[in-house]
């Protein structure tokens, strides 16, 4: 008979639930062969996630650093308040890390995500980078796995390049002014941008479909 | 594009709401149209069910789990349950 594992998913408020079906008979503790349960064992990197997100900041994708038990992060108190940081035992990397500059953390979940530098510093032969990310009543374990990519472009002033393409900045200028005709009450005006904003991001995605199409009535698929 | 001449097209001259509105439309355009698709793993950890989804998610496209119905450690789309197991987990959420 197979091993293989099997497994499923979902989804409760702002986390995932994976369970693994019982690959085993086990009666007599009330557990039934093929209920979900729990997972059974660690598998690093097991789970990847594919998602889309807004593209208001981009990064470089070599210059990362990844964390472990001697690069870190956790929380520490910084004038009464709880923040975010991260420590590099051993190298002074302070210079990298520039104050009011972004960072970009993947791979840990809930702290995944864009966090802008608070202070960097090189102090007792450790580099600690604190950031501007408040944590609320959490007492965090170090965070040891993950990668923090240092080299970030986001979007901040009118000389902020937008990382869209330029069709689809076609697209958001009506979105913008969609918004602005609602803002002012002109909703007559608002639903109109809001119908063009539609119909480019829709030739849009026409325009990724190549070849015919087939199209079936719904009597025709019973 | 830079966000100078988005405001100039758009007819403002208040960057802070331009920007924000911009972020706004950069979203949606994900919910709807997909434009930008991102990965990230995240271990399992062997008795905890819970997982934090990334923060900067907008809409999830796809969940692989390693060695999913197969030997080689390959990775393979899962299914979503429908209703919760009946076997609750001690980490809760």
Not at chain 2, 49 to 76: A, E, T
Request: hydrophobic share 35%; proline share 2%.
């Amino acid at each position: 008979m197979a091993s293989n594992k099997s497994y499923a998913y979902y989804v409760k408020g702002d986390k995932i639930a994976l369970v693994q079906r019982n690959s085993t008979d086990s009666n007599a503790t009330g557990e039934s062969y093929h209920e979900f349960k729990s997972p059974t064992e660690a598998v690093t990197n097991g789970i990847e996630i594919e998602y889309t997100r807004a593209p208001w900041f981009e990064y470089d994708h070599i210059t990362s650093a990844s964390l472990s038990s001697s690069s870190y992060l956790n929380n520490s108190s910084v004038d009464g308040i709880n923040y975010l940081y991260y420590t590099l035992v051993g190298s002074n990397v302070a210079s990298t890390y520039v104050v009011n500059d972004y960072v970009f953390i993947k791979g840990i979940g809930k702290w995944s995500g864009l966090h802008k530098i608070k202070t960097s510093a090189y102090a007792g032969g450790n580099t600690v980078v604190v950031f501007n990310t408040r944590v609320h009543a959490d007492n965090l374990s170090n965070i040891e796995s993950g990668t923090i990519y240092y080299v970030v472009t986001a979007l901040e002033d009118e000389n902020s390049e937008i990382q869209l393409s330029s069709f689809l900045s076609k697209a958001a200028v009506y979105y913008v002014k969609a918004k602005m005709a609602e803002d002012s009450g002109a909703l007559d005006l608002k639903e109109y941008f809001m119908k063009e904003y539609r119909k480019v991001l829709s030739r849009h995605e026409d325009s990724r479909i190549t070849g015919m199409r087939k199209v079936s009535s719904f009597g025709m698929n019973r | 594009m830079k966000v100078q001449e988005f405001m100039e097209r758009v007819g403002t001259t208040s960057t802070g709401r331009a920007i924000a509105y911009l972020k706004d439309a950069m979203e949606d355009m994900n919910i709807y149209s997909e434009t930008h698709i991102e990965q990230d793993n995240i271990s399992i950890v062997s008795g905890q069910r819970f997982y934090d989804l990334p923060q900067q998610m907008v809409k999830m496209v796809d969940i692989r789990i390693k060695g999913h119905n197969n030997n080689q450690d390959s990775y393979r789309s899962i299914p979503r349950l429908m209703n919760e197991p009946k076997i609750k987990d001690s980490d809760g959420v």
